[in-house]
């Protein structure tokens, strides 16, 4: 089910692929979805929740995988990716592509007003307390606590957010 409030601005170029699983993709109020978005039920069975007025610029690849639940006022710059899934790859004598998934780790949660930086990659069981901020090319996998400025790969912390 794909569940877009009347306010929300999607960009025809973005695309948005429902489920045939019964995964539910919602985005709230005043969100702004711009060209060439990606946003897909695919890796698992979580929901993709995006909040009030959000902004996910060019280029952003959102993936349900175990869940995606975004908070009000966070900020997507071009180039990033949301990606609460893994493959499975512990076996040789199978091609990874046929392995399926590994087990979740709790999908990705980005509360209130955060703003991720270009070309980020957001990884399964990661959640972004209240206004951090994570820089461009960062790819975080974990904790990051609230008003934190965090960035590297593997990110890590650079400076509370004054």
């Known amino acids: 089910m794909i569940d877009i409030d009347p306010s929300a601005v999607v960009s025809p170029d973005a695309r948005i692929h429902g489920s045939t699983r019964g995964t539910r993709i919602q985005i709230g109020a005043g969100t702004h979805i711009y060209d060439f978005v990606v946003i897909r039920a695919v ?3 979580g929901d993709v929740e995006i909040g009030p007025g959000c902004h996910i610029n060019p280029h952003c690849t959102l993936y349900s995988g175990n869940g995606i639940k975004m908070g009000a006022y966070v900020l997507l710059a071009p180039g990033v990716a ?9 076996r040789r004598d199978i091609e990874i592509r046929h392995q399926g998934f590994a087990p979740s780790k709790g999908g990705v949660t980005i509360e209130d007003d955060v703003w991720i930086g270009s070309n980020a990659v957001i990884l399964d069981g990661t959640h972004i307390g209240r206004g951090a901020v994570i820089a461009a090319g960062a790819v975080v996998a974990g904790k990051i606590p609230p008003y934190e400025i965090w960035g590297g790969t593997p990110a890590r912390f650079i400076k509370p957010r004054p």
Not at 82 to 90: G, I, K, L, Q, R
């Open 82 to 90: 949301v990606v609460p899934t893994n493959h499975a790859t512990a």
């Open 43 to 45: 890796g698992g069975s």
